[in-house]
């Protein structure tokens, strides 16, 4: 895999390592990420005067859409969301976060835990079932993990404000090895 990089550490575009492009990112004048195109699919971004995003769309049709808490920036309340393509916003998960921001665990509206988070100290997710089974990945599409920030699973960078990168370039992704 391979990150692609602009200048002000602005992840522009992540490539397998065929050379092929996965995923494309376009950001506007305040550096926030408003696009992405995967699989020929363009997702936009539409934020609040905080950075947070609060809508996502497909085809000019809302697919997510964010709730987020007066008190702090990274808290979260809950996301809606067309979990089947019928471009209703079907699914309400809330959120719980712990003391630093990070995202625990997601409920479902009759307050039932349907997946956990627990992190490593480099902020790094393992993802759980209700029961504490790990899973692959999120059953549920989350993307809002550590400290509230935005996890871009293609690039394996958490994406808070921008996209951060060491410098710019195209090279393999690095990321700290899982302890043993």
């Known amino acids: 895999m391979a990150i692609c990089v602009q200048c002000l550490d602005r992840l ?14 376009a950001y506007d004048g305040l550096h926030r990420r408003i696009s992405e195109i995967a699989d020929g699919v363009t997702t936009d971004f539409y934020y609040s005067s905080s950075w947070q995003v609060l809508e996502e769309r497909v085809g000019g049709q809302t697919t997510v859409q964010y709730v987020w808490s007066p008190v702090y920036v990274d808290a979260l309340i809950l996301r809606d969301r067309d979990s ?21 665990a997601l409920m479902d509206n009759s307050g039932e835990v349907v997946e956990r988070y627990v992190y490593d100290p480099f902020g790094l997710a393992t993802v759980l079932d209700a029961s504490w089974n790990i899973l692959a990945g999120s059953a549920f599409a989350w993307v809002y993990l550590h400290q509230g920030g935005r996890f871009d699973a293609t690039s394996r960078r958490d994406i808070h404000d921008t996209a951060f990168a060491p410098a710019p370039s195209c090279s393999p992704s690095a990321r700290p090895q899982q302890l043993q």
């Not at 522009?12 to 990112?25: A, P, Q």
């Not at 089947?84 to 625990?104: I, K, P, S």
Request: proline share 0%.
């Open 12 to 25: 522009v575009e992540v490539r397998d390592d065929s050379g092929e492009t996965v995923k494309r990112y």
């Open 84 to 104: 089947d393509g019928d471009w209703t916003l079907e699914e309400r998960l809330w959120v719980v976060q712990d003391a630093n921001f990070n995202v625990t």
